[in-house]
C-alpha cells in the first residue's frame, strides 16, 4: 500500500528491479522488524489486521537476498497489485471534504480543518474512511468531532484554509473519533458498536504533512457510514495521560536525561475496551499500558519498546477485553532527550515539558471503551495470525530449490577457471557482479569448466539453471 508509484513511501517495490535495487535495506529492514511499520509487540496481546510479518516470512526474504536475491521464473510472475483510486464506502451517508489546501512550509505542518455534519439528529457511526487528496503528502490524519464553535472560530481568525494546531484542536469538547495512517483503509468499529455523534456536530480532522513537500496541494475528504441506533456507544477517551493519571508528575524531562514516568487510574465500572492508541512525541522512546483485575490478574493492553513518532496506530484487539469494576489500568512511558536519541529535535538537548508544540511532549493512552455486557470476549474483530497478503503466498514458480549439497563449485576463490560438479546433462551458468548486472553466461553442454581470467577480481554470484528447471546459487570470488 505505501511502496508503489502513488503511496507515501520514498521509494516504488512494485517490480523485480526495483526490489532488487533495495534488496540489502529490504533484508534489514525485516530482520529488526521495522518493516512492515507495526511497532505494537505481540507476544502477549493480538491485535486485528496486524500489519506484520511471520518470523517463517522474515526467514525467506532474508534467505532469498542473502541467496542474490535470484528472480525466478520470469513467466510466472503474479499481475502486479492494484491500487484503486476509488472509495471503500461507495455509498456513504455523509461526506465532507476539507478546502483545497497548499503546503507552504518545507517543515512539518499540522493543519486542523473544520468540516459541518448539518446533522439535526443524533447519529452513530459504524465506518469512516479517511481518503487523502494526495497520498504523497498525507502523513496521518486525526478525526474529532466537536458541537462547540472554537475549532469554527479559529478558522475563520486564519486567513488561510484552516488553522494550525498540533497533538489536538484547540477546544477541549473535541472529542477523538479516528486516527488515519498511511496505508488504511475504511475503518470499522467492532461488530455491535459505534460512535455517537451529537446533533450539530462539526467534524474536525487535523492533517499532518510532512517535511519537504511545500508546494504541493491536498483536498483529503472524510467518509461517513451510519448505523443504527442500537449499535452500542464507543467513546475514544484519553484513559491514561499526562494531566490527570501521572503517579510521578509533572511530565518533565530535564535536558541529558532519561525517564520514565507512571501512570495509573481506577476502573469504577465494568468496561469493554475495543482497541486503543498511544500518543507521544519525537523524545518518546517506549510506552506500555496493562491492568490488574481485583483477582490480581495482569491483562496485557499493549507494549510498544522502540516507539515511533512516525508510525502512529489504532490498535484494535482481536477479540475485546474485559476490564473487569474495581481493576487499577497501568501506564509505563520511557523518554530520551539525550544525544543518543536521533530523534531528538534538539542539539544541544534541552529541557522538555508536557505541551501540544512538536518539541513539547505528550503521554496519552486512547481507548475505545464500552459498557460491559456478557459475551463482549467473544465477538471477533479479527483473528488472521498477520496481514493478509497480495496472493495466499502458494504460487508455485515452477522452479525446484535443490539442497546447497548437491551442486559443488571450485575453486573457491578462483584466478582462471571455476569447476563445477554434481550436475547431469545440460545447464545454464550465469555469472553475476554484486550489483546484479550479469557479466557472464554459458551453455555447459558437456563442459563443466567456466573461464573467468578477463573478469575483474571480486565477489560474484553463479546460477546455475538446468533443462529440468532446477535453480542452484553460489558465491564466487574471484581473484
Known amino acids: 500500500n505505501c ?15 526495483y526490489v532488487f535495487q533495495n534488496r540489502l535495506s529490504i533484508a534489514a529492514s525485516v530482520q529488526a522488524k521495522s518493516m512492515p511499520p507495526f511497532p505494537a509487540l505481540q507476544n502477549k496481546r493480538k491485535y486485528a489486521h496486524a500489519n506484520t510479518l511471520s518470523d517463517h516470512e522474515i526467514d525467506e526474504i532474508v534467505d532469498w537476498v542473502n541467496n542474490f536475491a535470484p528472480l525466478g521464473d520470469a513467466g510466472s510472475i503474479p499481475d502486479p497489485p492494484t491500487y484503486s483510486t476509488g472509495f471503500q464506502i461507495q455509498n456513504p451517508d455523509f461526506t465532507g471534504k476539507i478546502p483545497t489546501y497548499t503546503v507552504t512550509s518545507n517543515n512539518d505542518v499540522y493543519r486542523v480543518f473544520v468540516i459541518p455534519v448539518n446533522n439535526t439528529a443524533q447519529q452513530t457511526i459504524q465506518s469512516i474512511e479517511v481518503y487523502p487528496g494526495n497520498r504523497e503528502i498525507v502523513h496521518h490524519a486525526l478525526v474529532f468531532q466537536d458541537t462547540s464553535n472554537i475549532p469554527y472560530t479559529l478558522d475563520q481568525n486564519d486567513p488561510l484554509p484552516g488553522y494550525s494546531a ?43 504533512y510532512p517535511a ?34 501521572l503517579t510521578n508528575g509533572p511530565l518533565f524531562i530535564p535536558a541529558n536525561t532519561v525517564k520514565t514516568f507512571y501512570a495509573k487510574v481506577n476502573s ?6 475495543t482497541g486503543l492508541m498511544p500518543h507521544m512525541h519525537l523524545i518518546g522512546k517506549s510506552i506500555k499500558a496493562y491492568c490488574v483485575t481485583p483477582t490480581e490478574d495482569t491483562i496485557h493492553l499493549i507494549d510498544i519498546p522502540e516507539w515511533d513518532f512516525h508510525w502512529q496506530y489504532f ?57 460491559y455486557m456478557p459475551g463482549d470476549t467473544s465477538i471477533v474483530i ?4 498477520h496481514y493478509v497478503h497480495h496472493t495466499s503466498c502458494l504460487q508455485t514458480t515452477g522452479i525446484t530449490n535443490i ?19 554434481g550436475i547431469q546433462g545440460s545447464y545454464t551458468a550465469i555469472l553475476y557482479n554484486a550489483e546484479g548486472k550479469k557479466v557472464l553466461q554459458q551453455e555447459m553442454n558437456p563442459m563443466h569448466s567456466i573461464s573467468v581470467e578477463q573478469i575483474e577480481p571480486g565477489v ?20
Do not use: C, W
Open 3 to 17: 511502496h508503489n508509484q502513488n503511496g507515501i513511501a520514498p521509494f516504488s517495490l512494485m517490480t523485480y528491479n
Open 166 to 208: 498540533f497533538g489536538g484542536t484547540g477546544s477541549s469538547s473535541s472529542k477523538l473519533i479516528y486516527a488515519y495512517t498511511p496505508g488504511q483503509g475504511a475503518f470499522s468499529f467492532a461488530p455491535g458498536f459505534g460512535a455517537t455523534m451529537l446533533p450539530n456536530s462539526y467534524i474536525i480532522i487535523q492533517m499532518h
Open 212 to 245: 519537504g513537500v511545500s508546494g504541493q496541494v491536498d483536498s483529503t475528504q472524510v467518509r461517513l457510514l451510519y448505523g443504527p441506533s442500537s449499535l452500542r456507544n464507543v467513546s475514544t477517551t484519553a484513559v491514561l495521560n499526562h494531566n490527570t493519571s
Open 268 to 273: 469504577v465500572t465494568n468496561r469493554t475496551v
Open 315 to 371: 490498535y484494535q484487539f482481536q477479540k475485546p477485553v474485559h476490564i473487569p469494576a474495581g481493576s487499577v489500568i497501568y501506564g509505563e512511558a520511557t523518554y530520551d532527550n539525550t544525544t543518543n536519541n536521533p530523534n531528538n529535535p534538539n542539539n544541544p538537548p534541552k529541557d522538555v515539558s508536557k505541551g501540544e508544540g512538536t518539541e513539547d511532549e505528550m503521554f496519552i493512552i486512547y481507548m475505545n471503551l464500552s459498557s
Open 382 to 385: 479479527d483473528t488472521s495470525d
Open 403 to 421: 539442497q546447497a549439497s548437491a551442486v559443488r563449485v571450485y575453486p573457491n576463490p578462483a584466478k582462471r577457471v571455476v569447476y563445477i560438479d
Open 460 to 479: 560474484y554470484y553463479l546460477q546455475i539453471r538446468t533443462s529440468m528447471r532446477e535453480v542452484h546459487y553460489r558465491k564466487v570470488i574471484i581473484e
